[in-house]
């Protein structure tokens, strides 16, 4: 056996050494020949007991511990990630405001500047980084920005969560460092807000979202929401063209998401959100609790416009040629889904013949939907054996889309199918309605009255013309949070106040320089108590001094940045 100084000496040597008989040793995280079948037993039952914890107690998973310990490795849970810490915070706030009906209403900030300003807010529990936002201002690796179709690299999003978590660090090192010298406890800010981010719709499959996740885990994120678009098919919640996907596509990217910090051991968050309310389109009929929104034609021998479509091209029609007939071909076979077939083809008894077996067949079989096949089967049971028309596959779109009806239907039935596996649902609207979000929050909790709902106080609303007064806007947060929408966000509102702000300071600085200067900005930020109006004590350079003590042994008195003469912030 090597001894002690032996192994010492081979390791200072870059000599590789067996380490089997020094577990007392060193504690290199390799389970001993034999022992795998005990260590994945022990950490299973870690997990197991981890996730019968009050965090989890609403959450399913489709795996099991063991297969979770299978794929942790030989450190097991012995990493701690900050997120996860952030992310019990998280889930602390919410549960609380949420029993109590209390919201958590928070802005998008775009920046380090604005975090710290949000920071000060005591009011305010949460930070929130969108997606849209780093589209469109900050794309790391490629530095296009663009609109918000989901076509970034996807660690642009986790990159810009990372920059601004080390921001909240620095920001409560320094504030740390000096209470400790000043003694100023009380006046203490809460930098380490929890941050959530946008995550889009995962950027790619299964291995992509796990990797995303992770992503998001390791550089600070409390939480994530993943909303049910296409990869691909992408578009900002408030444009058109967007594409959602099966229901069961996006069920496995929750769970997805879940196994990846299941694997890591964290508690971070994840918010299902669905787009379904406003699309109209969807990627695959794969899965019947689709089916009943999907809509066809019920021209009989209609020829497929996709068909039409390979013609024309194959013609070399033109543009203007090819979008006429396509406005023509829809025109000419109108949309259905199957029950509206069926309204359109059937005699009014038939019809409600149709409805009430359609009723008795949802509580015979409480799968809480009907498949086309068995759509049919009920139709054609009703109406003497003969089959209505109806042809779903006609009017797909020639990138194989089906034709979708979205609605409010539609969202409930998918919020409902996600609940089980998300910490919260999003309801992504078209209008702020409070009627509607009523109605959601009902037929959601009738049935999961523990599951938590967010809100997006979109600025693409625009919220003058909905006809709420000015107290029923100041309201609106906190009318929410009684039905249960614990988070509510303005995403874009760093974006905003960025353009507007700096728009004003630019248009007068043009004509009246420093004058503009001082009344836009550094009167109204003295004023107001802004902490950036001293902006080198604010980026942190006494922290820094400080370090440079402790590192010259109390020697660099002459060269710190925030002493003598030089030193201009002393003007404030």
Partial sequence: MMSVNALNLSRKCGVPVMTRGFSSISKFPKVKDGQVEEFLDTQAKEIS???????????????????VAKHRGSFGND?????????????DTLEYKFQNRLPVHTLGVIDPVQMSQLARCDGIDVAYISGWACSSTMVGSTNEVSPDFGDYPYDTVPNQVERIFKAQQMHDRKQLLKFSETGEASSRVDYLKPIIADADMGHGGTTTVMKLAKLFAEKGAAGIHLEDQLHGGKRCGHLGGAVIVPTSTHISRLVATRLQWDIMGTENLVIARTDSCNSKLLSSNVDPRDHEHIQGVITKDAKPWSEILCELENADASSAEISQAEASWYANNKLFTFEEAVEQQLSESKVSAFKKECEKFLQSNNKGYISIKEYKSIARSVNGGSDIVFDWDAPRTKEGFYMFKGGMKAAIQRSLAFSPYADLLWLETKTPDLAQAKSFSKLIHDKYPHAKLVYNLSPSFNWSAHGYNDQQLQSFIWDLAKEG????????????????SFWKLAKRYQTEGMRAYVEEVQRPEKESGCDVLTHQQWSGAEYVDSIMQLVQNGSSSQTLSTKGDSFTETQF
């Fill in 49 to 67: 007991e981890w996730w019968e914890s009050e965090r989890f107690k609403n959450i399913k998973r489709t795996y099991t511990p063991l297969d």
């Fill in 79 to 91: 990493v701690t990630y900050p997120s996860s810490i952030q992310a019990k915070r998280l889930f």
């Fill in 485 to 500: 929408f614990v988070l509510q966000l303005v995403s874009l509102a760093g974006l905003h106040t960025d353009a507007s």
